[in-house]
Every structure is written in C-alpha cells, then in structure tokens.
C-alpha cells in the first residue's frame, strides 16, 4: 500500500475518533439511604439523621457521610446522594452533574430543610423503582395480573407464594430477614380497618391454633408518595401476630378497582435485623403498581 494510502487512512480514523460521542458518565453509586453531606454549619446532619418512622427501634433516615472538602476530586463525586451547605448559595439541585442517577443539592442554610428530607426521600424511592425495572420477576408479577388485572415490579427474590380467593401472598426465601407483600380485593372502603384484619386473619394464620396476622387497626394514614398517583388511601404502622410476639413494620395501599378496591399490604418480618432499608424497597414497590381497569 502507497504511504499516502496510509496517510489518508490515518487521517480519517482521526476525524472519526473526534465525532464520536462523548463517553457516557459513569452510574452513580450508594448503598441505600446513604448521603454524603458538606456541612461545615452543622445544620443538616441531624436532620438528616432523625429516625426513620414506623420502626419498632430507632434507625436513622439517612446513612449520613462526612463528605471531604475537596470531594470534586474524589471518588465521593460519584456518588447517588449529596447535600453541599454553602452560606453564598441559595437552594437548588442539580442531577446528574457527575453520574448517571446522581442528585447534588446545594443549600445556604436558610430554606425548609424539610423539603431538602422530602427531596431525598423521594430519590431513595425513585432509585429502588429504578432497580426493580432493571431486574424483576417476570413469574410473582403475572400471578398478579392473572388474579387482579394489575401491574406490578417485584424483586426477583420473591418466590415464595400462597394464593386464595381475592388474595396473594409472596415474600422472598430468607428465614429471619423476610419482605412481604399481600395483594386483596376490597368490595368497600367502609370499615377499612376491620375488612382488612378479617382478610388477613382468614388468609395468613400462624403456626399454631388462634395465632392470626393483624394490622388495621396499627395503620395511620399518611400522604403518599408521589410516584402513587394512582393510589386512593395510604396508610403506616405496624403489624403484630395476635398470640405469639412477632411484629415489625407495615405499609398499606388502596387503589381503585372499578367498583371495587385493591389492596397492597407490604411488611417486613427482621427480628434482630435493621428494618429501614427492608421497608424503603417494599414502599417502592407500591409506587409500580398499574391497574389495567
């Protein structure tokens, strides 16, 4: 081949390699409710760090992490989370400044810290929902649809599964640290509380005699969250196994059904074990939930 072949060949493998797209920023990284906060004033760590509601011991909402001064220099600019007080800069948000899935929110100080909470609540959400369209079950979410005409992203971890009239159980396989979800029918809102514990004491009784899942009258209603449009009552507390001392978190969605309701009751069985991050990922599969009537 003739040198100025080679030349031209060269030069346009050149020109080629300038018009390519820019590479693609990296996925964000985190493990779950984990922050990393610049906080030189000391006004949102403990914020941050209040306990998550609705659990039997105290955890905090957020794994707050001390981030470095110079964090746009390290690996910590990466991350899914960060919270960045700056007296000279007023409240905004930027997403995915550095990463795929990231949000940074930059605060003087001076605006409701409790939007900056519910701002961060809501990511945790989104990221669990995102995770769960990544990788789900294919096999748990058509027993949904086949028995209320719904749709559903569940984890692919739930396998275990007990199905009766207007009512399904599933849970994962993991004998002390076990995520439930309960779907029912609901003829009426009337007496939510009542309907509810009659379903649950019918469908999913203990080990023993007179031992029966119970958890209407523990729930206390509560503004959902924004990704549950569709839902029409939302409600946490708690779950207790009425004669035997088992108990733990609980969430409970209704959405309408035509003339009728779907109930989804999610709850988390740990003894021993934290419970936060159990519970985040059950709440986020409520905000899949699609009716298809």
Known sequence: MKLKHI?????????????????????????????????????????????YGGL????????????????????????????????????????????????????????????????????????QVAQLKHRHNEWAEALVDSAFGCSVLLPPDMQRSHCADNFLWLANQHPTQMRNICFFRLPTMQSLAVTIDSILQRNLPGEEEGMYLQVGRFLRKRTP?????ACCW????????????????AALAVYAMGKEYLGALVFVYAPGHAKRNDMVSLKAILQTVRMRV
């Open 7 to 51: 030349y031209r060949i060269v030069c346009l493998l050149l020109v080629l390699a300038a018009c390519s797209p820019t590479p693609k920023k990296p996925r964000a990284y985190g493990n779950p409710c984990e922050v990393w906060v610049k906080d030189s004033a000391g006004i949102l760590a403990g914020m941050l760090s209040q306990p």
């Open 56 to 127: 039997p011991q105290k955890e905090p909402a957020f794994d707050v992490r001390p981030l470095p001064d110079a964090w746009k220099e390290h690996v910590q600019r990466f991350a899914r989370c960060l919270v960045i007080y700056d007296a000279a800069t007023p409240l905004r948000m930027a997403r995915n400044s550095y990463a795929q899935g990231q949000t940074i929110i930059y605060t003087n100080g001076q605006c409701d810290t409790l939007y900056i909470y519910r701002v961060l609540q809501a990511q945790q959400l989104a990221w």
């Open 225 to 229: 969250a924004p990704g549950m449009r």
């Open 234 to 249: 939302y409600g946490e507390g708690r779950w207790e196994m009425v004669g035997d001392a088992m108990g733990g978190p």
